[in-house]
C-alpha cells in the first residue's frame, strides 16, 4: 500500500485530495492507496475550508504548530503503507500522477523523486521573483536530477519506504520554513539509501508574491544559521551547501565584514528591487542571501 501524505498548512488542500482520489477510484486501487491529511494548526478560516476532507480522506488537526520537519515524521504514526508518499498541500497533479508512483512500488531503492515544474505562462511582476527563482534553480529535469541524486532532493513530491523513513527522519530541531529538504537529503546520502528519480512532477499551484517569498527566504535564512550551529563540525555537509561553501570561502579570505559592510549598504535598494520585481537577478539574491547569513551569523555569536 502506498500512504499519500498530505501535511497542510493555511491553504485549502480539498481540490488537490479529490483530485487524487479520483485517479485511484478510476485505477480502482482503493486497497492500494490511503489518503492522510494532517493539518498543522492552521487558522480557523482555513479548517473551515478543510473540513470537507473528512469525507474523502483520514484528516487529523495538531493541536499546536510543529513546523515542516515534525510533522512529516507524524505521518510515521497515522499511516499504514509500505510507502509514504509525500506532497505539499498546494500541489498540481497531473491524471496519471498515482499510477506512476504505483509502478515504482517494487524497486529496490528506498526514495523515488518525482519533480517539480512550474507553469510555463509565466508569472508577473508581483510574483517574478519566486517564479524566476522556482523555474532556474529548483526545477531540474530527471537527467539533471540524477547527476547529482541526494543534493536534488526535494520534500515536495517524494516516496520513501517506511523502514527506511523510521531510521532516516527529518530532524525535529529544524521548526521553522527552510533546509529541512537539505538536510534530510544528505542524511539519505549519509545512510547510503539508494534515491531513484523518475520524471513525475507535480506543479507548484501557489507562487507567492516577491514579498511573501522574501520573508520565506528570511525564514530559510534562519534555519540554516541554526542547522550551521550543529552541523559546522561537519566539512562535507557544509561543502553540499551551497551557501555554507561561499560562507566558507569568504571567511578564509578574510572577507566577512567587507561583505557585511556591502550588504548593509545595498540592503534596501535590493529589496526594493525585488519586491518590487523591476530586477530580478539570481546573482544579486545570492548576494543578498550571504548578506543576510553573514549577518544572522554575527547576531549567533
Known sequence: ?????????????????????????????????????????????????????????????????????????????????????????????EDDFLREYRKCVNDKCGVI?????????????????????????ECRSVEERRKRPYKSFMTNNFMIRREVFEKVKFDPRISQYGHEDTLFGYRLEESQVPIKHIDNPVVNGYVETNAEFLNKTVEGIES???????????????????????????????????VQWLYKMLKEPIESQLVGGTLVSIKLFNFYKLGMFIEKMGNEK
Not at 509500505?82 to 500541489?91: A, G, H, I, R, V
Not at 561537519?234 to 567587507?258: H, I, M, P
Open 113 to 137: 523523486v518525482g519533480g517539480r515544474v512550474y507553469d510555463k505562462r509565466g508569472a508577473d511582476r508581483e510574483h517574478r521573483l519566486r517564479y524566476l527563482y522556482g523555474t532556474k534553480v
Open 224 to 258: 540554516l544559521v541554526k542547522i550551521y550551529g550543529f552541523m559546522w563540525e561537519d566539512q562535507r555537509f557544509c561543502e553540499s551547501v551551497n551557501l555554507l561553501r561561499v560562507y566558507a570561502r569568504v571567511k578564509s579570505l578574510g572577507l566577512l565584514k567587507t
Open 1 to 93: 500500500m502506498i500512504s499519500v501524505c498530505i501535511p497542510i498548512y493555511n491553504y485549502y488542500a480539498y481540490p488537490l485530495v479529490r483530485r487524487l482520489t479520483t485517479q485511484i477510484e478510476k485505477m480502482h486501487a482503493e486497497d492500494d492507496f490511503e489518503i492522510v491529511c494532517i493539518d498543522d494548526h492552521s487558522s480557523g478560516y482555513y479548517l473551515n475550508q478543510n473540513y470537507g476532507l473528512c469525507d474523502i480522506a483520514h484528516y487529523l488537526r495538531l493541536g499546536e504548530n510543529v513546523g515542516r520537519a515534525r510533522i512529516r515524521n507524524i505521518f510515521l504514526k497515522h499511516t499504514k503503507g509500505e510507502w509514504l508518499l509525500f506532497l505539499d498541500n498546494d500541489s498540481l497533479v
